[in-house]
């Protein structure tokens, strides 16, 4: 792949980041915002000191212009990444067209960037966690997602080499098995965090983190579909059709 269809491409996908940004940003604002409100509601009646603090971003700000920001610049930086990694797995993960290998990426990573470390270190509204371990919490989310990565990576890879010998659908089968035990045993020797308050509504916080899985799912379903497309139109450009291509009557 040339230098140019590189570069397409990465464009392509930045802009496919910044529409799926669009979309989650919606799904956010619908499904996010109302548990987070709710969660600082739970914050706010149960802090020691009821001395008024002066907020430096107002909370309307941050749920409108502040989730905005964020979301379409997530978009657009992963956007680019994503685009990075499909030129380099285009052609070696199969005989996929690609709009099937955009969407075969996009699931791929939302299973290993953000599911797996999901169900170790899930996702938390205000009001849980400890400010002391915020660090520890963040080094070890980050932890998993990195080994979640790398070891899709290597069932990839050894799926591949598989494949020759015991054909596509049992080096398959092996290569996900072997990816589900060693995550298995990560998930059994890193640390487990629980922090979450007593007295905290157990509504709101499985409705907080089915909202953040919703908007992960929104954001990579929506790029697969728009970076495929796209890069559909890249990698195999359709014929150009002559204006004039219909019969013109022969002059009398």
């Keep these: 792949m040339n230098s140019a269809t590189v570069r397409n491409l990465l464009v392509r996908g930045m802009l ?58 997530y ?9 990075l990694a499909y030129c380099f797995a285009l052609g070696r993960v199969g005989r996929f067209s690609p709009r099937a290998t955009a969407l075969l990426l996009s699931g791929c990573a939302l299973l290993a960037v953000y599911v797996v470390p999901f169900l ?46 015991l054909g596509n659908w049992w080096a398959t089968v092996a290569a996900v098995a072997a990816f589900a035990v060693v995550t298995g045993l990560a998930f059994a020797l890193l640390p487990v ?14 409705r907080f983190r089915l909202a953040a899985l919703a908007i992960q799912l929104t954001l990579w379903t929506g790029f697969g579909l728009l970076f495929g497309e796209l890069a559909e139109r890249v990698l195999n450009p359709r014929p150009a059709t002559a204006a004039g291509a219909r019969a013109v009557p022969a002059a009398n």
Aim: net charge negative; hydrophobic share 50%; no cysteine.
């Design 16 to 73: 496919a980041g910044l529409g799926a940004g669009l979309l989650a940003l919606v799904a956010a604002y619908l499904l996010g915002e109302p548990s987070v409100d709710k969660a600082i509601g739970f914050e706010e009646s149960h802090a020691h000191s009821h001395e008024h603090e002066v907020e430096l971003v107002s909370r309307s700000l941050q749920s409108t212009a502040g989730l905005a920001t964020g979301v379409l610049l």
């Design 75 to 83: 978009g657009i930086a992963f956007g680019g990444i994503a685009a």
């Design 193 to 206: 965090i629980n922090e979450v308050p007593a007295d905290f509504p157990a509504a709101v916080l499985w």
């Design 120 to 165: 170790k270190y899930p996702a938390n509204p205000p009001a849980v966690g400890d400010g002391d371990t915020i660090g520890k919490r963040t080094t070890l989310y980050f932890l998993m997602m990195v080994l979640s990565v790398l070891l899709a990576v290597a069932a990839t890879l050894l799926g591949r080499r598989l494949a020759p010998r």
